[in-house]
């Protein structure tokens, strides 16, 4: 089955900087990869997703990069600030017959200093 | 639009008690996602429904737990006898269709003493 892992489990960043949280796959058939964001107590979130057929998108302070050769995607967030404090989420599926399943990395615990 | 909708919101029981967690999927979405959340073994799908038929419950730890969906909007998960190594947040989750995006619920907060 698919595994997905996520680095780093921790991350602190001073207000306005830059935060990069990555991602590797195992199962190469994988084709969809959202990211979840999770603050203290509440659901998880879509904040954004990626295809397989794009390599980069864009959604305001937020991004996501896809490099299928090496199984890798990332999220960058720029300009942070102190609400985007949170545990964030990859995960991964296939287009397969479980393509139903997410399987989700570990978490990426953002502390945003101000 | 509501949401999902997990009651109870928090769970506190003894061990051998029988737990029942409730979900209310969006309307309209004919995927039901149960998952467990723990710090050690972060997010995991437990079981997954398809126009209320139960297709992957691969998940489901042990017999102690069970899961139905009766019809389109409701959903519940059922741990008996419960146990201290049961205590985790449970969410239910929602989509569209199967592949789509998954909405998550508030969860439900369980401890088992």
């Known amino acids: 089955g698919e595994n997905v892992e996520q680095h780093p489990s921790t991350l602190s960043v001073q207000e306005g900087d830059s935060a990069v949280i990555k991602c590797t796959y195992s199962?190469?058939?994988?084709?969809?990869f959202p990211w979840y964001k999770q603050e203290l107590g509440k659901r998880p979130q879509l904040i954004i997703d990626?295809?397989?057929?794009?390599g980069e998108k864009k959604d305001q302070r937020i991004a996501v990069t896809l490099n299928k050769t090496a199984k890798h995607f990332s999220l960058h967030i720029t300009e942070t600030q102190p609400e985007d404090s949170a545990v964030y989420f990859c995960?991964?599926?296939?287009?397969?017959?479980?393509?139903?399943?997410?399987?989700f990395g570990k978490g990426t615990l953002l502390t945003v200093n101000p | 639009d509501a949401g999902v909708i997990q009651s109870p919101r928090h769970e506190v029981t003894e061990m051998g008690q029988e737990v029942t967690l409730r979900c209310k999927p969006i309307?309209?979405?004919?995927?039901l996602f149960w998952y467990r959340q723990t710090m050690m073994r972060g997010l995991e799908l437990l079981i997954y429904?398809?126009?209320?038929?139960?297709?992957?419950d691969s998940g489901m730890p042990e017999d102690r737990f069970s899961a139905k969906m009766p019809n389109a909007s409701f959903s519940t998960l059922k741990i008996q006898p419960s146990e201290p190594r049961d205590s985790a947040v449970y969410f239910c989750?929602?989509?569209?269709?199967?592949?789509?995006?998954?909405?998550f619920g508030p969860g439900t907060r369980l401890l088992v003493l």
């Open positions: 989750a929602s989509s569209l269709q199967a592949g789509e995006t998954q909405y």
């Open positions: 199962d190469s058939a994988s084709n969809y």
């Open positions: 990626i295809r397989s057929n794009v």
């Open positions: 995960a991964a599926r296939n287009s397969g017959g479980s393509n139903y399943k997410l399987t």
């Open positions: 309307s309209g979405h004919n995927s």
């Open positions: 429904f398809n126009n209320n038929v139960p297709i992957d």
